[in-house]
Structure formats: structure tokens, C-alpha cells
């Protein structure tokens, strides 16, 4: 029987015991406890009862081992199924625990996701440098980057080793003699072998070691007088495999047979499944004595109440992932239904230990056997399991499992498909149960949500298209979105890229799944930050969706919506805003009006747009307008309302109406808190927020606590490198900033500038937006060249990312042209305001204050040159200068006479002091 001790952080010993319906469950205790300052992760078996020492083998690994003393020192147990490899490995992680290592770590290795996913775990419990939560596979580097350098000795366990090239698998660098990786696998090729890696084989157990396991196992089950001299042709008959003979002790114990009658079993059962799988198609020779003894312990086990159960339930336990799947799968709707269905009777007896045919017991067991398709709830489900589990047929650790809960030997579950029928059912009844315990949020289920995963992974390895023809891919979408939400973006795309390719050639290219499986990989690359690949794709499928779906289906909606975002990411406003209008006229007559979702949301995202270009007033009325459709069509704490009145809330931060943005705003945190949580995202977004408008407000004691509060809040659910974290600590070291003085914040603003960098990408608007920040607080401690140097950047970065008429790059122009101004640098200013002022107008207009600033600014220092000028003698350059204000500032004397009047008359006053009066162009 194989256990399992989990994740233990200084806890001690495990133990497992308890009941499971009418069924006992007893497992022995973790042989050693955890000691303080140790860490063990992951499901380290616990050793099999009657573990035999395997001496031989163990030596070889112990000198493979001690020879590589230097760096990381990696040994592989390599052998075929059912050998015992893991045990072995077992044996040796608990004798690190025993030894005081400071970190075992035991990794399924099958699956390299699945890898990914363990290691981020892993960083997250050593805190390793960098590791935030929120990308999977950058918390996975981090963990390989911390065993590398830290002091603790480790030990990291690779369970199944499949594909050794694959990326992010092995630790490669530790201190000397601090790091050991012991892989097990069952390949021992050139390629297993490279990069130093040490191999021993392990083979089946010896005769002597099979006469010793049989003798001991069953003498712990108080079963000795079973052992009646055939013990030897038990085990020759098993080919001395240590899973068969672990099958073939539990059904001993379990059925009081001695060792002679098994064997005469054994015998019959191989001549039956020669027809099932002869023994040409068994190349090792290991296959046939795992199944037949599997069907005897079935034989055995279907006899069990609840009876009929057992040949189904163990069917569809080998199509979920025989690596590990939770107990919860058991009792859903799907499973109880399709043990329910495919209940049957146990075998009939022995011709010569059948009744007569008119005796009692006979006629009673016929008639359970015509009962046997009835009901079977989840209480049963889980006494099935619990019953195979003490047949050695699966591992069940119980309701403290976890997600990897229900386990069983790979030739085990292979030895199961390949004796049982009805394949079809047991795939269709795992996708089922699979999509009908998959959480709403993977992000607060990150376990179940792997371990669900592997199940979905399992099942398309099993299923032909045919059966994907038939159920649709549905479950495979969803765990591709599972995969994007973990943050397993090269997992992601590689799923997505298959499935994508299985989409197409199963129901054709123009089939709505298969492009929206298209569609999938293309908000895989979006995730992924692959924004260029992300457009090139959207706008490959936006027509064909259009030509085959038609312009109105909503695949074709949300791929045209997806563009629009791809667009504005990646600075192309003008494109998104063209998509988001037609978004907004289409689904406002689709809907028959303003209240539908679809038109409110489409109004949203043009306004969000309208933002983005500066178009203030149009984005106002368009939010304003959206909002109050929202509120009346679904309600004022509606998600969709509340995210209606938090953009709401932005935009009039941006027009200045800052009271009115506060109002809003602390609404809609309320709200929030009391509809969705006060750790939810959008909840931790509204916050942040409200903090941001604190500090513009001047309330900088309620900011920085608020702010505090969210940045913790943040961490802790969304991960340290989620952006919302990135922007919360951001908006922190502002609020410090006008609290502590510029130093400290200089410091703060600089790291929350790198981290932008490094988790965003220079390109990204936010990390323009924060290089700006910093450059202003560089300013205001007076370090005017390096504030210079921090917003040149941010002006190249601006024009090439969103534009040269973008509102941030007109506000980075305005501000460079300022630094250069202070610095002494005057025809750089000069020469800066000129972009300024054209980029203003196309982004503003020209009547906006931002467009006046700029000519009211550049006109004031063109008269200042002017004046220079003309002290040196240079009548013309003067003429020139005042002629260009004039002619700049006349059409708008009107409605700015306090603002340009002062400046116009000094023009004017130059030009007829430079003798120019008429050849002003003043009329």
C-alpha cells in the first residue's frame, strides 16, 4: 500500500486514520517528524508496508551520490513500471527529513506544468527573492535561482522524469555538497545521462527479497498460516514485479486465500486474458502479471460492499490523472451518476464452489445482481475508494489530502484500461465531473485548479478525436484559461497551440470552437505580453469570424473587443477607438437600446479610449451617460454598475473634479467590500484608487493609511508583481513622498520603476507614467540633470510607444521643455514647446488649457529671445520671433486677453523697436 506524507513546514509526524462510510481506513505513521527550521513539500510517499531495503541498490545510489561532490549532484533511479523506483526514492527523502536536510521537495514530474506549479510553491514557502505570486513560471525561476545560493542543504525528488529537456526541470548550481536531485524515470538514454547525471537501474526484487516481502507483509496482517510453501511460485508466477506482488498481498489478506490458491487463480486469469492482451504485445513482461493480479484483486473486490463497484470506479480512477486527483471528483453528480449506470455484478463463483442453483443464498445473490445498476451516491463513491484503496488497487489519503488525494500506479491504471471496456463512458463521465468541480476563480484554488489540469491533460492523451468530435472541446478551453490565470504563459500557448490545431482538424477551421480555440491562443499571447503576435492573430480571425459567424455573433464581438484592447495596449488609439465605435453602434442595436450589457460595456471602453486621446469631455459624457443606464438596467451594486462607477471615478480625477471623484469613489469601495470581498481584485483596485485621490486631494494621513492597507492586501492575494500591487505601492511612495520628504520616496519611486520594468516592460504606459514620477521627485530634491535624463527617456519612449499627440507625451514634452528652461538650457526649450504646442492642439484642441499653456509659453520665451536678439544687432531674427507671437496669439486675445495680453504687447513692442512694425504680419 502506498501513503503519502504532504507539505510540512516544523508540523511533526503525520498520521492518517479515520473512516470512510462503513469502511476503515488505517495508515501507518510518517516514519519521521519534520524537525524546526525544516521544510518538506510535496507528497512524499510514505514506505509500503513490508518495504524491503533493496541493499544493492541503495549502495549504488549512495556512491553515485558521494561522487558528485561539487555543484548539484544529480542521481537517476531508472527501470521499468512497477519496479519500485518511487519507493525507493521515498526511502530516501525520508531519511532526509531524518537527517535534518533543510528543504525535500517531491515534484511529479510527469507533466512539466505541472513541475512549474510545484516550484512556484516552493519559492513562496522559502520566500525566495522575487517570487510574488502571480507568475508561476517566474516563481519558479526564482526558486531555482534560491537553491542555487542558499545556505540550507536540500534535497529535490523528480518523480517520473518523461521529457529531460524540458525547460525549467533541474536545478542547475548549488554550493558544494548543499544540493542533491534524485529523478526517477524510466528511460536511460544518452539524453537521461547528459549533463553528469549518474543512472542506476533498478530491477524487479530478487527471490530472496520476494520471499521476504510476502513473509513480512503478511505477517503484520496476523496472516503467516497463508504462506502454506508455494510462496516461491507466487512470486516466479508475478515475475517477482514488486507492484504485482503488492496487488497479489492484498488480496491474501482480504479474502483469507492461501498462497497455493492464488496461484491456481492466477493461472486461470492468464488464460482468460490472452484474449484481452496476449503476450506479444507485453514486451517487458511486466504488463500481464500487474493485470492479472489486478483482475483478482478486482474479482475479489467487486464482491465488497458496495458491491458492484469497484470494476467502474477503478476504470475511471485510471482516466483521471493516476498522478493525483482530488477526492471531491467522487462526488459530483457525473461520477455518482456513471458508477450508477455502469454498477455490475461481481463474478459469479467457481464452478466448484457454486450452490445449487435452488438455494437460498443463490436466489439472494441473483437478486442483488439484477439490482446492481441502482443508485450510488457519494457516500458509496467514497467507500469504493476506500475499499480499493486496502485492495493496494489506489491510494486514498483521505479528506486531508488535497488535490492529489486519489493516486495510482501508472501500470496499474494502464493495466485497468486495457482489461476494461467502455472507455467512451469513463471519458465523458471524467470531462464531466472535471468541468463540474473546476472552481470560478482558479486564482484563490491554485492547487485543485493543477491538479484538475492534469486531469483534462490525462483524458486527451487517452481520447481519439472521435469522442472530442462527440462531447465538444469545451473542458479543454477551460483549462486553457485555467493555465493563462496561473500565469503558465509558455504552458498556456502551448496548450492553446494544440488544442487550436486538434480544433481544426477535428471540426474544420471555419467551426465556431475551432476559432474560438484560435481565439484562445490569441488572448494566450496577449497574457503573455506577445502583444504583436496577439494583433496579428486577432485580425486573422476577426475575418474569418466575420465571414463565416457574421459580424453580430458574439465570438465575433468579443474577438473585435479583444483587437480593440490589443490596439490600445500597444499604443494604436486611433485603431481602437474606430473598433470600439462600431462595438458601441452594433450592440446598441442589437440590445434595442442604451440598457443592454453589451452597449454599456461598449460605451465604457470608447470612453476608456476617449481617455486615453484626451477627448475629456466626450469620455465624461459617454461614462456619465453609461453609468446611469447601468444603474437602472442592473442595479447600483452590480459588479458591471460598481466597474461603471469606479471608471467614472477616474475620469473625473482627470478633469480636476477631484471632490467629486472622492464622492464616487469611497461609494464604490463600499460597495465593493460588501459585494465582492475586501480581497478581491477589482476591490483592491478601487482603493487604490481612492488612495491616488487622497493624495491629490491633500488628505495624505488617510492615504497612507489606506494605501498601507492595500499594498498588504495586494501582496497577499494578488501576488507582489500582480500590476495592481505594482500600482498600489506605487501610489504609496507618492503619498510618502509628501510625508518623508523627496530622498526616501527617490528610493521608493526608483524600485517601483524597476519593478515596473521588469514585470510591465519599458514600453508599457504605466512604466512611462512612473519614470515621469520619479523624474518629478528627482526635481524636487534638486537633482535637476538626472530628472532631465529620466524624462527624455520618458518623452522617446512616449512618442515611439503612443504617439507624438498623445496626451502622456504632451505631458512629458511640456515638462521637459520645463527642465530645460530651469536648467539654463533656453533654445532646448524653446525647440520643445515648438513640438509641444502642434502636439497639444491635435490631442486637446485649442482651446484646451493645457494647448493655451504651451502657446502662452512658447510665446513668452520667443519675446525673450527676441529682446536678445535685438541687443546683439540681430533686427531680423527679432522681427522673425515676434512676428511668429503675434500671428500665434492675435486669434485668441479674446477669450485669454489676461493670459496672452501681456505677452502680445511685449511682442509688439520688440517688433517696432526693431523697426518692423508693418512687416509684422499685424495687420
Given at each position: 500500500?502506498?501513503?503519502?506524507?504532504?507539505?510540512?513546514?516544523?508540523?511533526?509526524?503525520?498520521?492518517?486514520?479515520?473512516?470512510?462510510?462503513?469502511?476503515?481506513?488505517?495508515?501507518?505513521?510518517?516514519?519521521?517528524?519534520?524537525?524546526?527550521?525544516?521544510?518538506?513539500?510535496?507528497?512524499?510517499?510514505?514506505?509500503?508496508?513490508?518495504?524491503?531495503?533493496?541493499?544493492?541498490?541503495?549502495?549504488?545510489?549512495?556512491?553515485?551520490?558521494?561522487?558528485?561532490?561539487?555543484?548539484?549532484?544529480?542521481?537517476?533511479?531508472?527501470?521499468?513500471?512497477?519496479?519500485?523506483?518511487?519507493?525507493?526514492?521515498?526511502?530516501?527523502?525520508?531519511?532526509?527529513?531524518?537527517?535534518?536536510?533543510?528543504?525535500?521537495?517531491?515534484?511529479?514530474?510527469?507533466?512539466?506544468?505541472?513541475?512549474?506549479?510545484?516550484?512556484?510553491?516552493?519559492?513562496?514557502?522559502?520566500?525566495?527573492?522575487?517570487?510574488?505570486?502571480?507568475?508561476?513560471?517566474?516563481?519558479?525561476?526564482?526558486?531555482?535561482?534560491?537553491?542555487?545560493?542558499?545556505?540550507?542543504?536540500?534535497?529535490?525528488?523528480?518523480?517520473?522524469?518523461?521529457?529531460?529537456?524540458?525547460?525549467?526541470?533541474?536545478?542547475?548550481?548549488?554550493?558544494?555538497?548543499?544540493?542533491?536531485?534524485?529523478?526517477?524515470?524510466?528511460?536511460?538514454?544518452?539524453?537521461?545521462?547528459?549533463a553528469g547525471r549518474a543512472l542506476v537501474d533498478v530491477d524487479r526484487y530478487t527471490p530472496e527479497e520476494s520471499a521476504a516481502y510476502l513473509s513480512r507483509r503478511l505477517a503484520q496482517a496476523g496472516r503467516e498460516r497463508l504462506l502454506d510453501g508455494r510462496a516461491a511460485e507466487l512470486?516466479?508466477?508475478?515475475?517477482?514485479?514488486?507492484?504485482?506482488?503488492?496487488?497479489?498481498?492484498?488480496?491474501?489478506?482480504?479474502?483469507?486465500?492461501?498462497?497455493?490458491?492464488?496461484?491456481?487463480?492466477?493461472?486461470?486469469?492468464?488464460?482468460?486474458?490472452?484474449?484481452?492482451?496476449?503476450?506479444?504485445?507485453?514486451?517487458?513482461?511486466?504488463?500481464?502479471?500487474?493485470?492479472?493480479?489486478?483482475?483478482?484483486?478486482?474479482?475479489?473486490?467487486?464482491?465488497?460492499?458496495?458491491?458492484?463497484?469497484?470494476?467502474?470506479?477503478?476504470?475511471?480512477?485510471?482516466?483521471?490523472?493516476?498522478?493525483?486527483?482530488?477526492?471531491?471528483?467522487?462526488?459530483?453528480?457525473?461520477?455518482?451518476?456513471?458508477?450508477?449506470?455502469?454498477?455490475?455484478?461481481?463474478?459469479?463463483?467457481?464452478?466448484?464452489?457454486?450452490?445449487?442453483?435452488?438455494?437460498?443464498?443463490?436466489?439472494?445473490?441473483?437478486?442483488?445482481?439484477?439490482?446492481?445498476?441502482?443508485?450510488?451516491?457519494?457516500?458509496?463513491?467514497?467507500?469504493?475508494?476506500?475499499?480499493?484503496?486496502?485492495?493496494?488497487?489506489?491510494?486514498?489519503?483521505?479528506?486531508?489530502?488535497?488535490?492529489?488525494?486519489?493516486?495510482?500506479?501508472?501500470?496499474?491504471?494502464?493495466?485497468?484500461?486495457?482489461?476494461?471496456?467502455?472507455?467512451?463512458?469513463?471519458?465523458?463521465?471524467?470531462?464531466?465531473?472535471?468541468?463540474?468541480?473546476?472552481?470560478?476563480?482558479?486564482?484563490?484554488?491554485?492547487?485543485?485548479?493543477?491538479?484538475?489540469?492534469?486531469?483534462?491533460?490525462?483524458?486527451?492523451?487517452?481520447?481519439?478525436?472521435?469522442?472530442?468530435?462527440?462531447?465538444?472541446?469545451?473542458?479543454?478551453?477551460?483549462?486553457?484559461?485555467?493555465?493563462?490565470?496561473?500565469?503558465?504563459?509558455?504552458?498556456?500557448?502551448?496548450?492553446?497551440?494544440?488544442?487550436?490545431?486538434?480544433?481544426?482538424?477535428?471540426?474544420?477551421?471555419?467551426?465556431?470552437?475551432?476559432?474560438?480555440?484560435?481565439?484562445?491562443?490569441?488572448?494566450?499571447?496577449?497574457?503573455?505580453?506577445?502583444?504583436?503576435?496577439?494583433?496579428?492573430?486577432?485580425?486573422?480571425?476577426?475575418?474569418?469570424?466575420?465571414?463565416?459567424?457574421?459580424?453580430?455573433?458574439?465570438?465575433?464581438?468579443?474577438?473585435?473587443?479583444?483587437?480593440?484592447?490589443?490596439?490600445?495596449?500597444?499604443?494604436?488609439?486611433?485603431?481602437?477607438?474606430?473598433?470600439?465605435?462600431?462595438?458601441?453602434?452594433?450592440?446598441?442595436?442589437?440590445?434595442?437600446?442604451?440598457?443592454?450589457?453589451?452597449?454599456?460595456?461598449?460605451?465604457?471602453?470608447?470612453?476608456?479610449?476617449?481617455?486615453?486621446?484626451?477627448?475629456?469631455?466626450?469620455?465624461?459624457?459617454?461614462?456619465?451617460?453609461?453609468?446611469?443606464?447601468?444603474?437602472?438596467?442592473?442595479?447600483?451594486?452590480?459588479?458591471?454598475?460598481?466597474?461603471?462607477?469606479?471608471?467614472?471615478?477616474?475620469?473625473?480625477?482627470?478633469?480636476?473634479?477631484?471632490?467629486?471623484?472622492?464622492?464616487?469613489?469611497?461609494?464604490?469601495?463600499?460597495?465593493?467590500?460588501?459585494?465582492?470581498?475586501?480581497?478581491?481584485?477589482?476591490?483592491?483596485?478601487?482603493?487604490?484608487?481612492?488612495?491616488?485621490?487622497?493624495?491629490?486631494?491633500?488628505?495624505?494621513?488617510?492615504?497612507?493609511?489606506?494605501?498601507?492597507?492595500?499594498?498588504?492586501?495586494?501582496?497577499?492575494?494578488?501576488?507582489?508583481?500582480?500590476?495592481?500591487?505594482?500600482?498600489?505601492?506605487?501610489?504609496?511612495?507618492?503619498?510618502?513622498?509628501?510625508?518623508?520628504?523627496?530622498?526616501?520616496?527617490?528610493?521608493?519611486?526608483?524600485?517601483?520603476?524597476?519593478?515596473?520594468?521588469?514585470?510591465?516592460?519599458?514600453?508599457?504606459?504605466?512604466?512611462?507614467?512612473?519614470?515621469?514620477?520619479?523624474?518629478?521627485?528627482?526635481?524636487?530634491?534638486?537633482?535637476?540633470?538626472?530628472?532631465?535624463?529620466?524624462?527624455?527617456?520618458?518623452?522617446?519612449?512616449?512618442?515611439?510607444?503612443?504617439?507624438?499627440?498623445?496626451?502622456?507625451?504632451?505631458?512629458?514634452?511640456?515638462?521637459?521643455?520645463?527642465?530645460?528652461?530651469?536648467?539654463?538650457?533656453?533654445?532646448?526649450?524653446?525647440?520643445?514647446?515648438?513640438?509641444?504646442?502642434?502636439?497639444?492642439?491635435?490631442?486637446?484642441?485649442?482651446?484646451?488649457?493645457?494647448?493655451?499653456?504651451?502657446?502662452?509659453?512658447?510665446?513668452?520665451?520667443?519675446?525673450?529671445?527676441?529682446?536678445?536678439?535685438?541687443?546683439?544687432?540681430?533686427?531680423?531674427?527679432?522681427?522673425?520671433?515676434?512676428?511668429?507671437?503675434?500671428?500665434?496669439?492675435?486669434?485668441?486675445?479674446?477669450?485669454?486677453?489676461?493670459?496672452?495680453?501681456?505677452?502680445?504687447?511685449?511682442?509688439?513692442?520688440?517688433?517696432?523697436?526693431?523697426?518692423?512694425?508693418?512687416?509684422?504680419?499685424?495687420?
Amino acid at each position: 500500500m502506498t501513503n503519502t506524507l504532504r507539505d510540512s513546514v516544523v508540523h511533526g509526524p503525520v498520521i492518517m486514520a479515520g473512516t470512510v462510510g462503513d469502511v476503515q481506513v488505517t495508515v501507518q505513521q510518517s516514519p519521521h517528524a519534520v524537525l524546526p527550521g525544516q521544510v518538506a513539500l510535496g507528497a512524499i510517499p510514505l514506505l509500503a508496508s513490508a518495504f524491503q531495503p533493496r541493499t544493492a541498490i541503495r549502495a549504488a545510489f549512495e556512491a553515485a551520490a558521494r561522487d558528485r561532490a561539487a555543484g548539484v549532484r544529480t542521481v537517476l533511479l531508472s527501470g521499468a513500471g512497477g519496479v519500485g523506483k518511487s519507493q525507493l526514492a521515498a526511502w530516501y527523502a525520508h531519511q532526509a527529513v531524518a537527517d535534518g536536510t533543510g528543504l525535500v521537495l517531491w515534484v511529479g514530474a510527469a507533466d512539466p506544468a505541472g513541475v512549474t506549479t510545484t516550484y512556484a510553491r516552493a519559492a513562496a514557502v522559502v520566500q525566495a527573492p522575487g517570487a510574488t505570486g502571480e507568475s508561476a513560471e517566474q516563481d519558479a525561476a526564482c526558486f531555482l535561482s534560491w537553491l542555487a545560493g542558499t545556505e540550507r542543504s536540500w534535497l529535490i525528488v523528480l518523480d517520473d522524469v518523461t521529457d529531460f529537456a524540458a525547460d525549467g526541470l533541474w536545478p542547475t548550481a548549488a554550493r558544494p555538497g548543499h544540493g542533491l536531485v534524485l529523478a526517477t524515470t524510466r528511460r536511460r538514454d544518452a539524453v537521461a545521462t547528459a549533463a553528469g547525471r549518474a543512472l542506476v537501474d533498478v530491477d524487479r526484487y530478487t527471490p530472496e527479497e520476494s520471499a521476504a516481502y510476502l513473509s513480512r507483509r503478511l505477517a503484520q496482517a496476523g496472516r503467516e498460516r497463508l504462506l502454506d510453501g508455494r510462496a516461491a511460485e507466487l512470486a516466479a508466477a508475478l515475475g517477482h514485479l514488486p507492484l504485482a506482488l503488492g496487488h497479489a498481498a492484498s488480496y491474501l489478506i482480504n479474502t483469507d486465500r492461501t498462497t497455493g490458491d492464488y496461484v491456481e487463480l492466477f493461472a486461470r486469469r492468464s488464460v482468460e486474458l490472452d484474449a484481452v492482451l496476449p503476450s506479444s504485445a507485453d514486451s517487458e513482461n511486466y504488463g500481464r502479471p500487474v493485470t492479472t493480479a489486478l483482475l483478482l484483486a478486482l474479482d475479489a473486490a467487486q464482491s465488497q460492499e458496495p458491491q458492484g463497484l469497484a470494476l467502474p470506479a477503478l476504470r475511471l480512477a485510471a482516466v483521471f490523472a493516476p498522478s493525483g486527483h482530488p477526492r471531491e471528483l467522487w462526488t459530483t453528480q457525473a461520477v455518482t451518476g456513471y458508477l450508477a449506470r455502469h454498477r455490475t455484478p461481481p463474478e459469479a463463483p467457481a464452478e466448484n464452489d457454486r450452490p445449487r442453483p435452488d438455494s437460498r443464498w443463490w436466489r439472494r445473490l441473483l437478486r442483488r445482481n439484477r439490482a446492481a445498476g441502482t443508485a450510488a451516491d457519494g457516500a458509496a463513491a467514497l467507500r469504493v475508494l476506500a475499499m480499493l484503496h486496502n485492495y493496494n488497487l489506489l491510494t486514498d489519503l483521505g479528506p486531508d489530502g488535497g488535490a492529489h488525494a486519489i493516486t495510482l500506479h501508472p501500470l496499474t491504471a494502464r493495466a485497468a484500461r486495457d482489461a476494461t471496456a467502455d472507455a467512451g463512458s469513463a471519458h465523458r463521465a471524467a470531462v464531466e465531473a472535471v468541468g463540474e468541480l473546476w472552481p470560478e476563480d482558479d486564482r484563490t484554488h491554485r492547487e485543485l485548479a493543477a491538479a484538475l489540469r492534469a486531469c483534462v491533460d490525462n483524458v486527451v492523451a487517452l481520447a481519439d478525436d472521435r469522442f472530442w468530435r462527440t462531447v465538444g472541446v469545451g473542458i479543454r478551453h477551460r483549462a486553457g484559461e485555467s493555465l493563462v490565470s496561473a500565469g503558465l504563459h509558455e504552458a498556456a500557448m502551448t496548450h492553446w497551440q494544440r488544442l487550436q490545431n486538434d480544433a481544426a482538424r477535428i471540426l474544420g477551421p471555419r467551426h465556431i470552437d475551432a476559432i474560438n480555440c484560435a481565439a484562445g491562443l490569441a488572448v494566450a499571447y496577449q497574457a503573455a505580453g506577445r502583444i504583436r503576435e496577439a494583433v496579428k492573430l486577432h485580425e486573422r480571425l476577426l475575418t474569418r469570424a466575420e465571414r463565416t459567424l457574421g459580424p453580430r455573433q458574439p465570438l465575433t464581438v468579443a474577438i473585435r473587443s479583444n483587437l480593440a484592447a490589443c490596439y490600445s495596449r500597444s499604443g494604436r488609439t486611433h485603431d481602437a477607438l474606430l473598433i470600439q465605435r462600431q462595438l458601441m453602434g452594433r450592440t446598441s442595436r442589437v440590445d434595442g437600446g442604451n440598457d443592454g450589457f453589451d452597449s454599456i460595456a461598449a460605451r465604457q471602453n470608447l470612453a476608456g479610449s476617449y481617455l486615453q486621446e484626451g477627448r475629456l469631455e466626450a469620455a465624461l459624457a459617454l461614462l456619465e451617460e453609461s453609468t446611469a443606464d447601468a444603474e437602472r438596467a442592473l442595479g447600483g451594486n452590480h459588479p458591471d454598475t460598481l466597474a461603471a462607477r469606479h471608471n467614472l471615478a477616474l475620469a473625473y480625477r482627470t478633469a480636476g473634479r477631484v471632490s467629486e471623484a472622492i464622492d464616487v469613489a469611497e461609494q464604490v469601495v463600499l460597495a465593493r467590500e460588501q459585494v465582492i470581498g475586501g480581497d478581491h481584485p477589482h476591490t483592491i483596485e478601487s482603493r487604490l484608487g481612492l488612495g491616488a485621490l487622497y493624495v491629490q486631494n491633500g488628505r495624505i494621513d488617510e492615504a497612507v493609511t489606506l494605501l498601507e492597507e492595500t499594498v498588504a492586501d495586494a501582496e497577499r492575494a494578488l501576488g507582489r508583481d500582480h500590476p495592481d500591487t505594482l500600482a498600489a505601492r506605487h501610489n504609496l511612495a507618492l503619498a510618502y513622498r509628501e510625508v518623508q520628504g523627496g530622498e526616501e520616496a527617490q528610493a521608493l519611486l526608483r524600485r517601483s520603476l524597476e519593478d515596473s520594468e521588469r514585470v510591465l516592460g519599458t514600453d508599457d504606459p504605466m512604466t512611462i507614467r512612473r519614470r515621469r514620477a520619479l523624474a518629478d521627485t528627482c526635481h524636487r530634491v534638486g537633482d535637476l540633470d538626472l530628472a532631465i535624463e529620466l524624462e527624455e527617456r520618458a518623452v522617446s519612449d512616449a512618442r515611439r510607444v503612443l504617439g507624438d499627440s498623445a496626451p502622456e507625451t504632451v505631458f512629458a514634452l511640456e515638462t521637459l521643455a520645463a527642465y530645460y528652461l530651469e536648467a539654463g538650457r533656453g533654445e532646448d526649450s524653446i525647440a520643445v514647446f515648438e513640438q509641444t504646442l502642434p502636439a497639444a492642439t491635435k490631442a486637446f484642441g485649442p482651446h484646451d488649457p493645457t494647448t493655451m499653456a504651451a502657446r502662452g509659453n512658447l510665446a513668452f520665451l520667443l519675446v525673450v529671445r527676441a529682446r536678445r536678439s535685438l541687443e546683439v544687432g540681430q533686427a531680423a531674427a527679432a522681427l522673425h520671433d515676434t512676428g511668429t507671437v503675434i500671428r500665434s496669439l492675435s486669434p485668441y486675445l479674446d477669450v485669454a486677453e489676461p493670459q496672452y495680453g501681456p505677452i502680445l504687447r511685449d511682442a509688439r513692442q520688440v517688433a517696432e523697436s526693431a523697426g518692423g512694425r508693418g512687416r509684422t504680419g499685424d495687420g
